[in-house]
């Protein structure tokens, strides 16, 4: 998701996957130990259904994946899920398909970088989630790929790699991209989805705010005259919406239990209108998604979205249209700056440490369905 840093994480750990780690020396404690750490009210919460989700992005891959087999990684799954149960968490937002790769066995997409073995890593972390009770939802990024590197480094037959010579994948800084406008790419994302959902006991299929990269009129300048549409704006959003029902569709097709949920950035207008994201229509109509879950990763204080202002803002947004409504929380922040809040905010997670333990509270008492920690 657009600027999430884990603050657990080693910064040598996000400029790559490279690094070696030596065996584990010991295994986890086992599960009936961890069990019996739960300080949670198991059977209230699965009466209410009240979401209480937690990410799990590709930027932590490098400490369980990088030079360990596979038993090692699924020690360092289940050291990890067992920690995140003990808090609470009943939902998982796992990461399978960052970047043009697939963390799973994937007939389209080449292996995520971190994965060295041989092993699938998304079969075994829904494994380990369900033996603890917790949902496991496959989170893809539908149009972000691989960087100009990587990208020369794959196979000439990966069906992207062609792409990059016909447009439907561009740049944008170092990174490549798809254009939604494609109805071929649209068919390429919902066939990642089918292939995650027939393979694997998933329960439901994430995305979140990846959309179109730029504002910048020149990135598919070619494909909008084409189009015979006169407003670049519109049909940009209409290009992510039809994407985004296209993925609904699939999902509903495939596994009529599995969930499809969308987690857009919190500012509704920066959405529409930078991101081309049409949260409007997609939450606030049903057939688009079942569950909004915007990153409101703002503070009290914060002088452009202050925290309660934009909760209610999505909570008006998704009102009567039966799409839940899960809150994006910012638990990375805690304990540092954020220079984007404003005067007045900029402080107020340094100063404060009991913003999160708020929102949540806040997030319970309001018409909210949960709440997901990032970080």
Same mark, same amino acid.
């Given at each position: ?14 400029? %790559? ?11 986890? *404690?086992? &599960? ?31 400490? &369980? ?27 998982? =937002? ?8 697939? &963390? ?16 699938? /890593? ?5 494994e380990e989630a369900h033996k603890l009770g917790m949902k ?5 990024? /539908? ?9 020369? *480094?794959? /196979? ?7 792409w990059t010579m016909t447009g439907q994948a561009k740049l944008? %800084? ?7 406008? =494609? ?16 393979? &694997?006991?998933?329960? %439901? ?7 179109y990269p730029t504002t910048d009129s020149e990135w598919d ?42 987690? /857009?950035?919190?500012?509704?207008? *920066? ?20 569950? !909004? ?24 947004? !998704? ?57």
């Open positions: 998701m657009n600027v999430k840093y884990l603050t657990l994480i080693p910064l040598f750990m996000l400029a %790559g996957c490279s690094v070696q780690y030596p065996p584990e020396e010991s295994v986890p *404690a086992p &599960y009936i130990q961890e069990m019996e750490q739960l300080h949670i009210k198991e059977e209230a919460e699965t009466e209410s259904g009240f979401i209480h989700g937690r990410w799990i992005p590709y930027m932590e891959y490098g400490e &369980y994946m990088s030079g360990r087999s596979e038993e090692e990684f699924r020690s360092a799954v289940q050291e990890r899920f067992a920690a995140a149960r003990a808090e609470g968490t009943d939902t998982l =937002y796992i990461h399978v398909h960052p970047c043009g790769d697939a &963390y799973y066995r994937s007939d389209i997409f080449p292996k995520g970088a971190c994965l060295d073995g041989d092993y699938d /890593p998304f079969e075994i972390m829904t496991a939802h496959a989170w893809i990024n /539908p149009l972000r790929c691989q960087t100009a590197e990587q990208m020369q *480094a794959l /196979p000439d037959s990966f069906t992207v790699k062609q944008k %800084g170092e990174r490549w991209y798809l254009d939604p406008s =494609y109805p071929e790419v649209r068919q390429l994302i919902c066939d990642c989805a089918a292939e995650l959902l027939d393979r &694997y006991d998933a329960d %439901g299929i994430h995305i979140d705010d990846y959309f300048r070619a494909e909008f005259e084409m189009s015979g549409a006169a407003d670049l704006a519109q049909w940009r959003r209409d290009n992510c919406t039809a994407m985004v029902k296209a993925l609904c569709d699939t999902v509903r097709a495939h596994d009529s239990k599995a969930e499809f949920s969308i987690s /857009p950035q919190g500012n509704i207008s *920066a959405d529409i209108d930078t991101l081309y994201a049409d949260v409007r229509l997609w939450g606030g109509t049903p057939g688009y998604c079942d569950t !909004v879950i915007p990153q409101i990763y703002y503070g009290f204080r914060n002088e452009t979205c202050p925290f309660e202002a934009t909760l209610r803002q999505w909570e008006e947004l !998704v009102s009567g249209s039966g799409v839940k409504l899960v809150v994006g929380l910012a638990e990375y922040k805690q304990g540092k700056a954020d220079k984007w809040a404003g005067a007045s905010g900029e402080n107020e997670w340094t100063e404060d440490s009991g913003i999160i333990e708020r929102q949540k509270e806040m997030t319970e008492q309001s018409s909210a369905s949960g709440w997901a920690l990032y970080g």
